[in-house]
């Protein structure tokens, strides 16, 4: 268990990591059905690493299918960003929480509320994806100073030179974007997902994880052979849209945390 502080999540990642552990990182759309909180529960009870939560928006560019629906039923049922983050506070899971939503949302809350609203909530990092490096000052000014860790994305087209920046600012961990395009369930992963970790892995020492189309515990195996971990959301998505309890969702979790550790 660690301390769900702020400004917690490299150093669990880290912890874990140099312990020899791959890391899991799945994804719950915040307010998506009664027992989303209960999902995160039995998700982390499962062996997740952290779990990233997401903050619906009802334009989320950089989302396929699964996660546009996702956030569009959550939106539907009445979920606000303020809300869905007023209800993690009494969360007390034992792993680190990392929010994810789009910069449409930050701007408009207020930076500095945002930053402050993330803390209050115990919520260690942020994903703010379309924001890109050079606009990243104002927000990241008011993250800082907060202790929210920023997360960023690196994509398989991203050049070395602007790579290396990313990972220099990047806080948390670095997120390795497997496939140009959306997210979403793949039944193969990407060749250039371990292109990518390899790149990664070459320019910084922080915790790379690989996302989107990781989709089965053999995906999981795969991406995680060449980086620190992977981070799981549509595929859960899919099945809670579906019907899934958070029994099941924690089934499957712990389904991807036996393959990772079996290597």
Same mark, same amino acid.
């Given at each position: 268990?660690?301390? *769900?502080? &702020?400004?917690?999540? %490299? $150093?669990?990642? /880290? +912890?874990?990591?140099?312990?020899?552990?791959? =890391?899991?990182?799945?994804?719950?759309?915040?307010?998506?059905?009664?027992?989303?909180?209960?999902?995160?529960?039995?998700?982390?009870?499962?062996?997740?690493?952290?779990?990233?939560?997401?903050?619906?928006?009802?334009?989320?560019?950089? *989302?396929? &299918?699964?996660?546009? %629906? $996702?956030?569009? /039923? +959550?939106?539907?049922?009445?979920?606000?960003? =303020?809300?869905?983050?007023?209800?993690?506070?009494?969360?007390?899971?034992?792993?680190?929480?990392?929010?994810m939503t789009y910069?449409?949302?930050?701007?408009?809350?207020?930076h500095r509320r945002?930053?402050?609203?993330?803390?209050?909530?115990?919520?260690?990092?942020?994903?703010?994806?379309?924001?890109?490096?050079?606009?990243?000052?104002?927000?990241?000014?008011?993250?800082?100073?907060?202790?929210?860790?920023?997360?960023?994305?690196?994509?398989?087209?991203?050049?070395?030179?602007?790579?290396?920046?990313?990972?220099?600012?990047?806080?948390?961990?670095?997120?390795?974007?497997?496939?140009?395009?959306?997210?979403?369930?793949?039944?193969?992963?990407?060749?250039?997902?371990?292109?990518?970790?390899?790149?990664?892995?070459?320019?910084?020492?922080?915790?790379?994880?690989?996302?989107?189309?990781?989709?089965?515990?053999?995906?999981?195996?795969?991406?995680?052979?060449?980086?620190?971990?992977?981070?799981?959301?549509?595929?859960?998505?899919?099945?809670?849209?579906?019907?899934?309890?958070?029994?099941?969702?924690?089934?499957?979790?712990?389904?991807?945390?036996?393959?990772?550790?079996?290597?």
């Open positions: 268990m660690t301390d *769900d502080a &702020p400004g917690a999540l %490299e $150093a669990h990642l /880290r +912890s874990q990591r140099d312990a020899g552990r791959k =890391l899991l990182v799945p994804y719950v759309t915040g307010g998506l059905g009664e027992h989303w909180l209960e999902v995160i529960e039995a998700m982390t009870a499962a062996g997740a690493d952290a779990v990233e939560v997401g903050i619906p928006f009802s334009d989320p560019v950089m *989302d396929g &299918p699964t996660i546009q %629906e $996702a956030s569009q /039923r +959550s939106l539907d049922g009445g979920a606000t960003p =303020l809300g869905i983050l007023g209800s993690l506070e009494g969360l007390h899971v034992g792993v680190p929480l990392v929010a910069y449409n949302l930050v701007f408009r809350t207020g945002f930053a402050r609203s993330l803390t209050a909530s115990r919520v260690a990092g942020a994903i703010v994806p379309d924001v890109p490096l050079e606009e990243l000052d104002d927000w990241s000014r008011a993250a800082d100073d907060a202790g929210v860790e920023t997360v960023l994305l690196a994509a398989p087209v991203t050049p070395d030179d602007r790579l290396a920046r990313i990972c220099e600012r990047s806080r948390g961990f670095v997120y390795g974007v497997s496939v140009m395009g959306i997210t979403g369930e793949r039944q193969s992963l990407a060749e250039s997902a371990a292109v990518m970790a390899k790149r990664l892995k070459a320019v910084t020492d922080k915790p790379v994880l690989i996302g989107f189309g990781v989709s089965t515990p053999a995906h999981a195996v795969e991406a995680a052979a060449e980086a620190d971990g992977v981070i799981v959301a549509s595929a859960l998505m899919r099945r809670l849209l579906d019907g899934a309890s958070p029994e099941d969702l924690g089934a499957l979790v712990a389904e991807m945390r036996a393959a990772l550790d079996a290597g």
